[in-house]
């Protein structure tokens, strides 16, 4: 299956689902392995067990993890004849008298088919406590089948699912059946073939892929789990840059010493004996301070620069997303000969927010903190009526570290 003009980014190019599913009243989960190759999906790995613990050795916790939940729990309707025109009205047309704020629910919207699948926040609450258990945390979530929107148009009559299958009635229409398909039945998407078991799986993510995203009131949950792995990535990539780009600077200092002492070691002309000890006493006193710099860097990137980005990690808030924290960052690009300066003991933070009295508690928190010498918002922008830009610079006590 072939997409075209993806955003990576944070999404990485493999992709896990876990669905978790009821058969004769007993659970089954089924974990789903994809990769986005050159814009086509291949398939890595397709797994599933009665015993969540077993699958958990397979999940890459550092892969994006996208969750469906389908058992009896989660009531699925199917919707005919007229409906409302606002998504919203068919969830009271299809459940009337409920009280929505206890119910999670999402809609399915298709020509053929429209659906309302709904599950009491506390069971989705349940479900999200026992993979946190495990150490798993989901990017996003999907109830019922109503998680077939996003690949419902590829797929073709009948269509079978973990424990439901669609057939076409006489009008052309989908109709929902809840028999559970043969176990080794497999199911053919434009060239790729997976488990019947595993399609929910591929659906949410196909619709992760492709940032299609079903009416529900999910949308909350979905970004506070999305921005979560996010910030996580974010940091693990901003260590690993830090790191790469100041062994870089080093390895240049020392091919720049080298080109220079050669040069000057074939220069014309016979040089006093003297004179060329006290050049080379020079030049090798010049190249000793860059290098106890470039290691009074590397040493700070492996204590002080952890210690610092460790408190800062602590305490952010889910409603803040990182696109810069610079530890010491260079006042002027490397150059051959000349100085490497860099701002020492700061921090420069620039990101986004959605919640200001999250961003004021955040830099609060920070001023507060002992290695804190000085905390300046340099710049606050209010860029839409949701999203604000800020940029924040930390003058650092190197002693309070020690305190």
């Known amino acids: 299956m072939r997409f075209t003009k993806i955003t990576y980014d944070f999404k990485g190019t493999d992709y896990q689902g876990l669905e978790i599913f009821e058969v004769a009243g007993t659970l089954h989960y089924a974990l789903l392995k994809l990769r986005l190759n050159k814009g086509e999906l291949e398939l890595i790995g397709a797994l599933s067990s009665s015993v969540l613990r077993d699958l958990v050795p397979q999940m890459e916790l550092k892969k994006a993890l996208l969750l469906q939940i389908n058992t009896t729990k989660v009531l699925n309707k199917q919707l005919d004849g007229d409906l409302p025109k606002l998504p919203e009205q068919w969830v009271k047309h299809a459940f009337p008298n409920l009280d929505l704020e206890q119910f999670y629910y999402q809609i399915l919207d298709d020509s053929k088919l429209r659906m309302v699948s ?4 506390s069971v989705v609450e349940e479900h999200l406590v026992e993979l ?16 077939l929107s996003p690949s419902i148009s590829f797929l073709e009559s009948p269509i079978r699912g973990s424990n439901f299958s669609f057939h076409v009635k006489v009008d052309g229409e989908f ?50 789990m999305d921005n979560h792995f996010k910030n996580q990535r974010f940091y693990q990539k901003g260590l690993q ?5 100041l062994l870089g600077v080093l390895l240049v200092n020392f091919l720049l010493f080298a080109h220079y002492r050669s040069k000057t070691m074939t220069s014309e002309g016979p040089i006093d004996p003297e004179q060329q000890a006290r050049m ?5 006193e010049r190249v ?33 997303l990182l696109d810069i924290l610079a530890y010491q960052p260079l ?40 290695w804190v010498g000085n905390l300046e918002i340099e710049r606050y922008e ?9 940029s924040i610079k930390i003058q650092c006590d190197a002693i309070g570290q020690a305190k």
């Open 280 to 284: 080379l006493q020079n030049i090798q």
């Open 118 to 121: 709904m599950a009491k926040r």
């Open 175 to 224: 109709e929902l059946s809840q028999q559970v398909p043969a176990a080794d039945m497999e199911t053919d998407i434009q060239g790729l073939r997976l488990p019947t078991t595993h399609l929910l799986s591929f659906s949410q993510i196909l619709g992760h892929i492709q940032g299609s995203a079903p009416y529900s009131n999910l949308e909350d949950v979905n970004t506070e």
């Open 288 to 320: 000793d301070t860059k290098e106890n710099k470039l290691k009074a860097l590397l040493g700070t990137s492996r204590s002080r620069t952890t210690y610092y980005m460790d408190r800062i990690g602590e305490g952010l808030p889910e409603s803040i």
């Open 241 to 245: 840059w830090g790191l790469g780009i």
């Open 331 to 370: 006042t002027r690009p490397v150059q051959p000969d000349k100085s490497i300066r860099t701002a020492g003991d700061q921090i420069r933070i620039s990101g986004q927010t959605n919640n200001k009295e999250a961003f004021a508690e955040w830099t609060a928190l920070l001023e507060s903190m002992e």
């Open 132 to 147: 946190k258990e495990m150490g798993i945390v989901p990017t996003g979530l999907s109830l019922g089948v109503s998680g």
């Open 382 to 390: 209010y860029t839409s009526n949701t999203v604000d830009n800020f």
